[in-house]
């Protein structure tokens, strides 16, 4: 069953840059992928226009049946609410705890109180920092505060799992542990897909691996390693 | 069924949610919050005092086109039967409201009683010796047509002069018009500013909290979640921003209509009664901080609802 299906996209911004050409991709339900590839390859463009952040110029995304291309501004939460997202900064909120951190998303939604801490306690034990609830974010370690914003991310128990450069601002060791927190969450069954540049985890972890060139596809490996020779 | 239920259910939440964050920010960012507050403080303020304003010159003009008549002077050599030939083709003209007949005799004694002088002089006259005229006094209806009315009735037979005021209390009516035309596009301009203003301290106050906003729309919040704390905060500021205008409204208006006695100038200005017209005032000047402040709130955040 295909999760996500890019057909034919191209993307140029108003600047008149190209960022992607002519992209076709397959991504399975349940898959977990790296995009990886040179800074200006387009891997931040096309995981945007996953999400719905940039709307492809031709050509059709679609993620979990919604054609994200045509989805109006009004509606985008739609789609939002299907899948998490997890940033390089883990946009936390500094002035709320662990716990409001990761309740806030469902608290948006409206659903009842007890269901909201059901649910935020399961996804921040998920990640391993259920000690941690009361703390604030300032309180916390770079990885846990990515943690975190992953608790915050699978809250919801999202089909899809977006992560931009998760471990861009952490140390090995470190962003290993984290890794293996988004492989519990595949095996769960949410679909994963990473990007980044961390030529070690890409190869420890032996997944998928798709490599942008300048706009364009260029390798696609079903069970991977980062080629010391590919550009980086 | 259900389905629904669960819906109204979910809106209701996040409506209380929203309405607890929206009090809990007035008072968090309070410095900004105060900044919008008094801005439109300052604001209603003016504009109670032209509504004030306005409100009284439309009064005034209502009083004085109450008071219009036409006086009508008839010849002296006039007869009885003259005169209910004159009144009845006075009578015949479109604009005419009501006529009121005033003999010689009437005229001079109530001049008599007006005045020791007039008493003395006017004693000595005896009944065909009266230089007065009868007159009757018209009222029209429409007292922008009344230089018109006034020609028509010129050309009766055995009229002798007829006065209306001689286009004095045409122009003052005029004046009045315009003061309360350039009163009420005050209050409008004021209100245009104001919300521009608020949208624009309210902006600085998001500014700080474009992050949240951000993350909302990344974890799936609606747009309308979003923006219903920032609207309630703007209704929260609105209300705040008017009770001083209120207060100076109700107060400040009975004290000067105490003061003055409720006239102004001259007798013939009278003020409106402070009970229940400052009431009503208050009562617009609230609609218009309630509104300008969600107003302004809304267009704010429209601005960072498009990532």
Redesign the interface.
């Known amino acids: 069953m295909e999760f996500i299906k890019i057909t034919d996209v191209e993307k140029v911004y108003k600047t008149g840059v190209t960022a992607i050409y002519g992209l076709n991709l397959r991504i399975k339900k349940g898959d977990f992928a790296f995009i990886i590839g040179a800074s200006g390859s387009g891997k931040s463009t096309l995981i945007k226009m996953l999400?719905r952040?940039e709307k492809p110029t031709r050509g059709e995304i679609l993620v979990g049946g919604v054609n994200v291309g045509k989805l109006r501004?009004?509606k985008?939460?739609?789609?939002?609410?299907k899948l998490g997202?997890v940033f390089q900064d883990f946009?936390l909120?500094p002035k709320l705890t662990v716990y409001e951190n990761v309740a806030?998303?469902l608290?948006?939604?409206?659903?009842?109180k007890s269901e909201i801490r059901q649910k935020t306690l399961k996804a921040i034990e998920l990640v391993g920092l259920k000690e941690k609830t009361k703390s604030y974010p300032h309180q916390l370690s770079g990885g846990e505060q990515q943690r975190v914003s992953i608790a915050?991310?699978i809250v919801?128990s999202p089909k899809l799992l977006i992560c931009d450069e998760p471990t861009g601002n952490l140390d090995p060791d470190t962003s290993m542990e984290i890794m293996k927190v988004l492989e519990v969450i595949n095996d769960l069954g949410t679909t994963i897909i990473v990007v980044t540049h961390d030529r070690d985890i890409v190869n420890r972890l032996k997944k998928r691996v798709i490599l942008l060139d300048k706009g364009r596809l260029k390798k696609d490996y079903e069970k991977g390693t980062y080629d010391k020779n590919e550009k980086h | 069924m259900r389905k629904e239920l669960t819906i109204r259910?979910?809106?209701?939440?996040?409506l209380g949610?929203n309405i607890r964050d929206g009090i809990k920010n007035v008072f968090r960012n309070f410095s900004l919050a105060f900044a919008s507050i008094s801005c439109i403080t300052v604001t209603l303020i003016i504009v109670a005092v032209s509504i004030v304003g306005s409100w009284n010159v439309q009064n005034f003009t209502k009083l004085i086109r109450d008071d219009f008549t036409i006086v009508v002077f008839v010849k002296n050599d006039a007869s009885a039967e003259d005169e209910t030939k004159i009144r009845s083709e006075i009578e015949k003209i479109n604009n005419v409201e009501s006529i009121d007949f005033m003999s010689k005799k009437e005229i001079m004694d109530q001049m008599k009683k007006s005045s020791q002088t007039f008493n003395n002089v006017m004693s000595s006259w005896d009944e065909n010796e009266n230089p007065l005229d009868d007159t009757f006094q018209v009222r029209v209806k429409n007292d922008e047509k009344i230089s018109d009315t006034a020609e028509k009735i010129k050309a009766i037979e055995k009229v002798d002069t007829v006065k209306y005021g001689e286009g004095m209390v045409e122009s003052m009516v005029s004046i009045f018009k315009i003061i309360r035309y350039i009163l009420i596009a005050m209050v409008l301009g004021l209100v245009v500013v104001t919300a521009f203003l608020i949208v624009n301290t309210i902006k600085i106050t998001i500014f700080s909290r474009q992050?949240?906003i951000?993350?909302?729309?990344?974890?799936?919040?609606?747009?309308t979640?979003?923006k219903q704390p920032f609207i309630i905060e703007g209704l929260i500021i609105g209300t705040l921003g008017s009770i001083i205008p209120i207060i100076v409204t109700i107060y400040g208006y009975s004290i000067l209509y105490e003061k003055t006695g409720g006239k102004l100038f001259s007798q013939f200005i009278k003020l409106v009664e402070p009970l229940p017209f400052s009431l009503y005032v208050s009562a617009i000047l609230l609609v218009i901080g309630v509104i300008v402040g969600m107003f302004g709130s809304s267009r704010a955040v429209r601005k960072y609802?498009?990532?």
Do not use: D, H, Q
Not at chain 1, 76 to 81: A, C, D, T
Not at chain 2, 218 to 223: D, M, T
């Open positions: 999400y952040e501004n009004r985008v939460y739609k789609l939002r609410r997202i946009k909120l806030f998303a608290e948006m939604y409206g659903l009842p915050r991310a919801n | 259910m979910r809106n209701i939440r996040i949610r992050e949240e951000e993350i909302k729309r990344l974890v799936g919040a609606s747009n979640s979003i609802l498009k990532i």
